[in-house]
């Protein structure tokens, strides 16, 4: 039995697709939801928040933009950088799992992003992101937890 097929490096390959997949879905799911809520007409107290946002303009670099331009951007931004590590994690397990298999580096960098971004979830965002994240981030310690 090659070390590619064993019970643990099963198991560990295993364990990081779901941990990607959590990822994956956080991001669209996030993306998703700005969509829709962009999209759909808001309740008057937060129609009043985007109203004082998209007027209070600020220069960022020289360019002029307002408060709702840059949450909506880093908010985009955001859902888009985490579900293309969970997208990158997922390439990484098909064209070079000995990444996980043979080393624990890419499941520690995996739940050093993952276990911080889960405690900002936690401080400040809704049940979504939380439970997903903290999918990621079991799915990323179990894998740790076995043998390479």
Do not use: C
Not at 61 to 90: E, H, P, V
């Amino acid at each position: 039995m090659n070390v590619e097929s064993s019970p643990s490096s099963t198991g560990r390959r295993r364990a990081s697709a779901v941990g990607a997949w959590a990822l994956v879905a956080t991001g669209v799911l996030h993306a998703a939801s700005v969509a829709v809520g962009t999209a759909t007409e808001a309740p008057a107290a937060q129609r009043a928040v985007h109203d004082a946002m998209a007027a209070t303009h600020v220069a960022v670099a020289g360019l002029d933009r307002t408060l709702w331009q840059l949450f909506l951007g880093f908010s985009l931004t955001m859902a888009l950088f985490i579900a293309g590590l969970g997208a990158l994690n997922l390439l990484a397990l098909r064209r070079a799992p000995r990444l996980f298999v043979d080393t624990r580096a890419a499941l520690w960098l995996n739940l050093g992003i993952v276990l911080p971004a889960f405690a900002v979830a936690v401080l400040a965002f809704p049940p979504p992101p939380i439970a997903l994240l903290a999918v990621a981030g079991a799915a990323f310690g179990y894998a740790l937890t076995r043998k390479p």
